[in-house]
């Protein structure tokens, strides 16, 4: 059972605009959410987070929004830039010490000049 | 060097030979991993390591074997595999739990099993 789902597996936006993606999640003793950013042939990189006590995180032109209610997150991206166009991963860690990070599967993001 | 380096990038391999996969980290990091990403699935754990001790084996085949001799490298020895474990596998670090910052990534070795 996947407790971290992206179901949007691409997305396609007009540069300029605002790129938003989407992520739930099954397990509500989460308590750390991040976003990471892949290009092919490279290794994920480390893009923005949030803890489960604040409900929005911004860094530049992105920012995350948090929806514990929902077990809902999102990422914002403001204005979206040709460079942009990557796999964007959401993750989350568990309360209680375990080590491990549980991804979704990915969104592509294609943002268009 | 910084980060985590990989090394091979690319590799092919036949369904009889043995190889290894590499991964350094520079970051003083005290926890790694092996994380397998295949064609439309999310990332898979496979095994992490906390100071040298493997704390989680994800249910992974013996195919598959783990050593990380200190905290600053872990290899993944393969033997016997199947076409269907050709993917990117990744190495990462993180220090301690990944929470505010996560892992950081190495770029990954694309395995090919013919």
């Known amino acids: 059972d996947q407790q971290v789902k992206q179901n949007s597996p691409s997305l396609s936006v007009q540069e300029g605009r605002i790129s938003i993606l989407n992520c739930d999640y099954t397990?509500?003793?989460?308590?750390?959410f991040l976003w990471y950013k892949k290009y092919p042939a490279e290794g994920p990189t480390f893009l923005i987070s949030?803890?489960?006590?604040?409900d929005k995180n911004e860094d530049g032109r992105f920012t995350v929004f948090l929806n514990k209610s929902a077990k809902h997150l999102s990422l914002h991206i403001v204005p979206s830039q040709p460079g942009d166009s990557a796999v964007y991963f959401c993750?989350?860690?568990?309360?209680?010490?375990?080590?491990?990070?549980?991804f979704g599967k990915g969104t592509k993001l294609t943002v268009n000049p | 060097e910084t980060g985590v380096t990989q090394t091979p990038r690319h590799l092919v391999m036949g369904m009889t030979n043995k190889k290894s996969l590499k991964c350094e980290q520079h970051?003083?990091?005290?926890?790694m991993y092996w994380y397998k990403q295949s064609a439309k699935k999310p990332l898979e754990l496979m095994f992490v390591?906390?100071?040298?001790?493997?704390?989680e084996n994800n249910s992974v085949p013996s195919r598959f074997s783990p050593e990380c001799p200190n905290s600053s490298h872990l290899f993944l020895h393969l033997h016997t595999l199947q076409p269907e474990d050709s993917a990117l596998y990744l190495c990462?670090?993180?220090?301690?739990?990944?929470?505010?910052?996560?892992?950081?990534f190495g770029s990954g070795t694309r395995l090919t099993v013919v």
């Open positions: 990462a670090s993180s220090q301690d739990r990944p929470g505010t910052y996560g892992y950081t």
């Open positions: 397990n509500s003793m989460f308590d750390y």
């Open positions: 949030i803890s489960s006590i604040k």
């Open positions: 993750a989350a860690s568990e309360q209680g010490g375990s080590e491990k990070l549980v």
């Open positions: 970051l003083g990091h005290n926890a």
């Open positions: 390591y906390n100071f040298k001790e493997q704390t």
